[in-house]
Nanobody, 115 residues
Framework: QVQLVESGGGLVQAGGSLRLSCAAS????????MGWYRQAPGKQRELVATITSGASTNYADSVKGRFTISRDNAKNTVYLQMNSLKPEDTAVYFC?????????WGQGTQVTVSS
C-alpha cells in the first residue's frame, strides 16, 4: 500500500513563497516519477511540475521561473518551492506518484494567495 502525505500549504500574500513537501511510503520501486498537480475551484486538475528519479523535470508554462521541484530519493520525498506567488496560484495542490504504470495521489493541501 502506497501512501502520499503532503504538508506545507497555507495562506500567503502575493509575491510571497511557500514550500510544499510530499513523503511517499509503502512499496515504492526506485524508478518512478513524482510530481505536483493543482485544482482551483471550478477548474480541472492541472499539471504543475514533475520530476523523475533521475532528476529530469517538467514544468507548466504558468510556473516556469517561479516554482522549483526537487526530490530526495533516500527519503522518497518530493518538494515544491513556490516563489513569487500570484493569486491565480490559489488551488488545492496534490502530490502524485507514478510507478510501474500505477498512479497514486495524496490528499491535497490548500494554497491560498491573497492579493
Amino acid at each position: 500500500q502506497v501512501q502520499l502525505v503532503e504538508s506545507g500549504g497555507g495562506l500567503v500574500q502575493a509575491g510571497g513563497s511557500l514550500r510544499l513537501s510530499c513523503a511517499a511510503s509503502g512499496s515504492i520501486f526506485s524508478i518512478n516519477t513524482m510530481g505536483w498537480y493543482r485544482q482551483a475551484p471550478g477548474k480541472q486538475r492541472e499539471l504543475v511540475a514533475t520530476i523523475t528519479s533521475g532528476a529530469s523535470t517538467n514544468y507548466a508554462d504558468s510556473v516556469k521561473g517561479r516554482f522549483t521541484i526537487s526530490r530526495d530519493n533516500a527519503k522518497n520525498t518530493v518538494y515544491l518551492q513556490m516563489n513569487s506567488l500570484k493569486p491565480e496560484d490559489t488551488a488545492v495542490y496534490f502530490c502524485n506518484l507514478l510507478v510501474l504504470g500505477r498512479v497514486y495521489w495524496g490528499q491535497g493541501t490548500q494554497v491560498t494567495v491573497s492579493s
